[in-house]
């Protein structure tokens, strides 16, 4: 069984002792075994003792950093253990020559906007004829000919304000209504759930960045900036459409999560029930597999990001032009 993420939801202390980590919190002391975790999310406050950070670091486990209201605050990383300078020279080289950042900044956009158009032709085929509007247009907004990375940014604003809209009209609930999309802070709980699990597909994609050649500092679409991770930006706003706002439509049209799985006084903060079923329902998406139609063969939705990065460093090289990821249901 390969190794899995590990989500610690409730405060406690994360203790090394021999080769074994543990747990320790009010309801007791739990053995983790470290060869099954992949990363590490501390989605509540813990305490880490450097001799559980060092067992991490060996294993090369990543730890992302979140408050107890699910907001992201950092990650923690061992020592780089997929070392290439040649890629990453060649990565930096993409990012200075500005017709090649356009033509990757472009391509996420492209395929920001592919996979929205199938999210709303899925919905739009099982019931909802009001999106055909929306739907028009997303495809009426041109990539073409532009001719900076703000213009590029500019037209992904642009199919975002489009497609935020749709929300209201696939939800139909006055509980998780979305006015506008505003963060920092979340003013209610349908900006609440978007930010959260905006954040944990961004840390999913800095994972998988982790474990390829890549630099993940120097990104195409989102300017470098100090202390974050803007090529795991570039990658998050590719997969949203289908991720996030997918898995956002299954916890409230079924009715998984409603406005009591948020703290009735705060109402943008997730009780501990409802954040165990975000988890839930987003470590299940994650790991859901399809056949891939040019490797003909099922992977997961998890691995899906890994390759993307893959077929970067391809195109670095020159082994083989980058198209971004297209949703093939």
């Given at each position: ?13 994360l203790k090394r002792e021999g080769n074994t980590l543990y747990f ?75 017709n090649e950042r356009l033509y990757i900044a472009t391509q996420f ?84 759930l978007i930010s959260y699990l905006n954040a944990l597909l961004y ?127």
């Amino acid at each position: 069984m390969p190794p899995k993420p590990l989500y610690i939801s409730s405060p406690g202390i994360l203790k090394r002792e021999g080769n074994t980590l543990y747990f320790i919190n009010k309801q007791g002391k739990k053995a983790l075994p470290i060869n099954m975790i992949s990363t590490i999310y501390a989605l509540s406050k813990i305490s880490l003792k450097s001799g559980a950070l060092d067992l991490c670091f060996e294993h090369n486990i990543p730890i992302h950093i979140f408050n107890k209201y699910g907001f992201y605050k950092g990650s923690v990383f061992p020592k780089d253990f997929l070392i290439s300078g040649d890629v990453v020279l060649r990565q930096a080289e993409h990012h200075l020559d500005l017709n090649e950042r356009l033509y990757i900044a472009t391509q996420f956009v492209k395929g920001c906007k592919h996979n929205m158009l199938k999210v709303l032709t899925y919905y739009h085929t099982r019931g909802h004829p009001q999106l055909q509007p929306f739907i028009s247009q997303i495809r009426a907004q041109t990539l073409d000919n532009l001719t900076t990375i703000n213009q590029v940014r500019a037209a992904e604003g642009q199919l975002w304000r489009i497609f935020y809209q749709t929300y209201n009209v696939i939800l139909q609930n006055p509980d998780f209504y979305l006015v506008s999309r505003q963060y920092n802070p979340p003013p209610d709980p349908i900006n609440s759930l978007i930010s959260y699990l905006n954040a944990l597909l961004y840390t999913t994609a800095l994972s998988e960045i982790y474990y390829t050649y890549l630099h993940p500092s120097i990104s195409f679409l989102h300017e470098p900036h100090y202390r974050r991770f803007s090529l795991a930006l570039d990658l998050a706003d590719l997969f949203k459409p289908i991720y996030v706002t997918r898995i956002i439509f299954t916890l409230i049209n079924k009715k998984i999560l409603t406005i009591n799985d948020f703290h009735p006084k705060i109402k943008v903060h997730l009780t501990t029930t409802g954040n165990k079923k975000v988890l839930e329902q987003y470590e299940s998406f994650l790991t859901t597999t399809f056949k891939h139609p040019q490797l003909k063969r099922k992977v997961s939705y998890r691995r899906i990001i890994r390759l993307e990065c893959y077929k970067l460093i391809k195109h670095f090289f020159g082994e083989k032009k980058y198209r971004p990821f297209y949703a093939p249901w």
